[in-house]
């Protein structure tokens, strides 16, 4: 997983990842060569963002010649994308001392400390690896330019949309994608939930009436107080109508349709890792130029007029992509606390359950040239983030949320006023408790207790011991608030009658939780079309915008979706 953390559990994490990953001397795999020197396939260990790591490095005359993930508790959508580079740079350089993935800092520093121990095993000379261990550093270069029909710049669920839209509406055109960090895909490959999607599959399978007839007509009428223009809901609507069928024709299928326009791949499998893995895999069969680790830095402009854009690589080469379009979806600000500080101030005080390539990059861009920005200072906040994970919780038919005393919290609270009263509690924690009906309620639960991500208990002191609660205060809190749901009376800190009352056994779950910043909704104007505006609201020729970047009402399908017209229009608009 990336290395956006709540500061509260880093420094804890860094502790256990130095002190955890093996750097004892053990005997090499049975596998190792007996009469070559230096030479063997060693079992090491390293310790990443999940936990222990487990690993088979091969060394045949003081070169690394394989490294194998045997298992390992990594994030799969991070650890399946980020594991062959990490690989191949460690390979290449015959060393550990490599530049980690972004956005898998914690898996490449296990792997990276792991292949360090096994060269210590193999009496071969290498320095201590720590966090911060990089490659040597390139020097700064200018490159030529480069010419193509369209660049995306931005390779997440709408840019990747962005691109397929493009190669499939003008199969001949020269489609550039670049991508900052080292994989793909943002945040959408963690989303369980694919919303506002209509006229599906799954929804017809389920008999969801009110997305399969009359569907359209349904969708711009909930959308119609939403903020975005009436021409734009009309394109949203009609795309989401299709969106189903266009995913299908990749392999995507979403099968599970647990009420309204929400989606899951199945009832046991988030959407995300299905719909990212197959725009992915759909972008490269099209034949789009992918670039990762690629960074766009600024436009050009002829006049008025976007020409292309200027990006430095990984290995700090700078240099100029001109095209005919450029589609810039680069995601919200969520990551860049200076950012929420200016235009969304006193939310800079919380972390976010965004992936940290959110830093606004094109933020000033927009500002300087006179685009037209709206609901910069508009923010969607989550109500609870797994400490120091970054996993949403959420979706308990009913859960408590107390502190270390175990008083109960107002769980009705929202936004600012949700992050001042969890950082205002003791140790600034709060916990998210419920029992095995809440349990059986959601799978996005379930999932997590699975993974060991939630503490566990047979009753109620059990599980606060667990958690470091105060046993008497969470029982005393537990047995007030049953007895307010079974006489149907308002409980006092909740302001409301409860919805049921806590199973009588056990078992129970908890886990330590944190408002955060889901996404950043303001952002750059762009029409129906996906065309960028200027404050006058004249078109920007030459450049599109989708997703987070935008201001846009909704999140992930919307995204995809407008990545989609992006792309279309931008392709249909070559000379």
Not at 273 to 289: H, M, N, P, S, W
Not at 520 to 536: C, F, I, P
Request: net charge negative; proline share 2%.
């Amino acid at each position: 997983m990336n290395n956006k953390f709540v500061k509260v559990g880093l420094a804890g994490l860094l502790a256990a990842s130095m002190t955890a990953c093996s750097n004892t001397p053990a005997e090499p795999s049975q596998d190792k060569t007996p009469d070559a020197a230096n030479s063997g396939v060693y079992d090491v260990k390293g310790t990443g963002y999940g936990g222990e790591m487990n690993l088979k490095v091969t060394i045949a005359d003081q070169k690394i010649t394989d490294i194998e993930l045997v298992d390992s508790h990594e994030t799969n959508v991070v650890i399946d994308r980020a594991f062959p580079v990490i690989k191949e740079r460690i390979l290449e350089a015959n060393s550990p001392v490599v530049d980690s993935v972004t956005a898998a800092t914690f898996s490449s520093f296990g792997v990276k400390a792991a292949v360090a121990d096994a060269m210590k095993q193999a009496g071969m000379d290498v320095e201590d690896i720590t966090m911060t261990t990089q490659g040597p550093e390139k020097p700064a270069s200018q490159r030529e330019a480069e010419t193509c029909d369209i660049v995306v710049v931005g390779g997440g669920p709408s840019g990747l949309a962005a691109a397929i839209g493009a190669k499939q509406t003008n199969a001949n055109a020269n489609v550039i994608l670049v991508e900052k960090l080292d994989i793909l895909s943002g945040n959408g490959k963690f989303d369980m939930n694919f919303f506002d999607i209509i006229n599906t599959e799954a929804q017809k399978k389920a008999g969801n009436e009110e997305w399969t007839v009359n569907q359209v007509e349904n969708f711009i009428e909930s959308k119609s107080k939403s903020g975005e223009s009436a021409e734009r809901i009309e394109v949203w609507a009609n795309q989401e109508n299709e969106l189903d069928a266009w995913l299908r024709a990749m392999g995507v299928e979403l099968n599970y349709n647990y009420g309204g326009t929400n989606h899951m791949a199945e009832d046991n499998q988030y959407s995300g890792e299905v719909i990212q893995a197959g725009l992915e895999k759909t972008a490269k069969d099209l034949g789009v130029d992918i670039r990762t680790g690629t960074k766009g830095e600024d436009l050009i402009l002829d006049g008025k007029d976007v020409i292309g854009v200027k990006v430095t690589n990984n290995d700090n080469e700078s240099y100029d992509i001109n095209a005919q379009a450029v589609i810039i979806a680069t995601g919200g600000f969520c990551s860049n606390k200076e950012l929420l500080a200016e235009y969304a101030p006193g939310y800079e005080v919380m972390n976010t359950s965004n992936q940290m390539g959110t830093t606004g990059d094109f933020v000033k861009v927009f500002e300087k040239n006179g685009f037209q920005m709206e609901n910069m200072g508009k923010m969607s906040v989550f109500s609870n983030i797994i400490v120091p994970r970054r996993d949403l919780t959420g979706g308990a038919d009913m859960n408590l949320l107390v502190n270390k005393a175990g008083e109960l919290l107002n769980d009705n609270t929202g936004g600012l006023d949700r992050a001042a009263m969890v950082q205002g509690q003791p140790d600034g924690a709060a916990f998210y408790i419920t029992d095995k009906t809440g349990y059986d309620s959601f799978y996005r639960i379930r999932k997590h207790v699975g993974l060991g991500y939630y503490a566990e208990g047979k009753t109620i002191e059990e599980l606060a011991e667990a958690l470091g609660v105060d046993a008497a205060g969470l029982k005393a809190s537990i047995d007030q608030y049953n007895a307010d749901a079974e006489a149907g009376a308002e409980n006092a800190v909740l302001g409301e009658v409860p919805s049921r009352a806590l199973d009588a056994e056990g078992p129970y779950y908890g886990v330590r939780v944190e408002p955060a910043n889901h996404m950043t909704k303001g952002g750059v104007v762009a029409n129906e079309k996906a065309q960028v505006l200027y404050e006058d609201g004249t078109v920007v020729k030459g450049l599109y915008a989708s997703g987070e970047v935008t201001w846009q009402s909704g999140g992930y399908s919307q995204s995809v979706v407008f990545g989609k017209v992006a792309g279309e229009n931008a392709a249909a608009e070559l000379k």
